[in-house]
């Protein structure tokens, strides 16, 4: 049983940076997505950034791309996302997410965080 934990969300101006952890704990991050995704008020979740443990490519959304950096830290078991030249449009709440597979590419799990509010505005 696998357990997330956002952290690093708050308050910040337009044009600013935040850094948002997940601390994932309770298996391991061998052939593992780790994302993290978004949801705003009145509006779907979308996914914002994604990060493979197998070769640590990565994936972004169009919005994220050039603004945010996913990455991992295997050893300490924690993902990172950096959040820089934000906008009032990236105002939401963060959720990070763990889907593995085993060998065989079968869904394994697919664990979800609480999620951080992550609040761009002046």
């Known amino acids: 049983q696998g357990q997330l934990v956002e952290s690093g969300g708050g308050l910040v101006q337009p044009g600013g940076s935040l850094r948002l952890s997940c601390a994932a704990s309770g298996f391991t991050f061998s052939r593992i997505a780790m994302s993290w995704y978004r949801q705003a008020p009145g509006a779907e979740r979308e996914l914002v950034a994604r990060?493979?443990?197998?070769?640590?490519?990565?994936f972004y959304a169009d919005s994220a791309r050039g603004r945010f950096t996913i990455s991992s830290d295997n050893a300490g078991n924690t993902v990172y996302l950096q959040m820089n030249s934000l906008e009032p449009e990236d105002t939401a709440i963060y959720l990070c997410?763990?889907?593995?597979?085993?060998?065989?590419?079968?869904?394994?799990?697919?664990?979800w965080g609480q999620g951080t509010q992550v609040t761009v505005s002046a």
């Open positions: 990060i493979y443990s197998s070769d640590g490519s990565t």
């Open positions: 997410n763990a889907a593995g597979r085993d060998s065989r590419g079968i869904l394994d799990y697919n664990y």
